[in-house]
């Protein structure tokens, strides 16, 4: 069996970031996400620096079943699982009246559903070969997020879940909850279609320094990786703060102006 780094929601954003910052430290990396042209064009780019090509699966992981096909082809490919950096999620904003159900139910189904499901699947493979669990939160993870309810909810979840089993797990392996803040990517455009919220007005990092530096956080072992100071600032004061400026803030960065 070879071992592998699996990078779900690899096709771009941070994801596609991290498939590069692992694919330099050395690993041999399976990308998986629902975008073939998206995952083929990282690997493209990744085998054009010399580095070996990822492998990759086209898979919706917010499917029922998803995570057993997943597991299944690993193994018809002969292929065990060294690292899992669960990148795969996504967000909707304005008022949760305001969308369907099912699409707000999906954030759930693939921001913790299938987020715990890939853990706990391939937990005893990474515990065998003393690997490690990457999952991507959120700053949002610190704070309630009205306009955001259900992201947020689901990043907080990903930030306890995380610093739960890297307890649990210390010492057998590295468990680290990456938490970035505003990041220009595809996840803004698909949350709030022709519009921007005012929090894109502020002064983000790029996905390649976020996953640098979370990249660096992993494989150091950190528990949790805040990039930037802001956001450390963020993490740190928001939950000591009074919940209602905290709502009022987060409510206010929330609204969205029109995209120009």
Known sequence: MTSITVISGASSGIGACLAHEAARAGRKLVLVARSAEGLAKVADAIAAQSLTR????????SETGATDRLAAELARRALSVFELVNDAGYGLTGPVV???????????DLNVRALTDLTLRFLPEIIAAKGGVLNVASVAAFQPGPFNAIYYASKSYVLSFSEAIAY???GRVRVTALCPGPVPTN???????????RRSQLRGMSAEKCAAI??????AGKRVVIPGFMNKVIAFLSPRMPRRPVLAVSAYLAVSRRAT
């Open 54 to 61: 990822p492998e990759m699966i086209v898979l919706d992981l």
């Open 168 to 170: 649990e797990l210390r």
């Open 98 to 108: 305001a969308h369907s159900r099912a699409d707000e139910v999906g954030i759930v």
């Open 187 to 197: 996840f803004q455009r698909r949350a709030n279609p022709g519009k921007e919220p």
């Open 214 to 219: 979370g990249w660096r956080g992993f494989e």
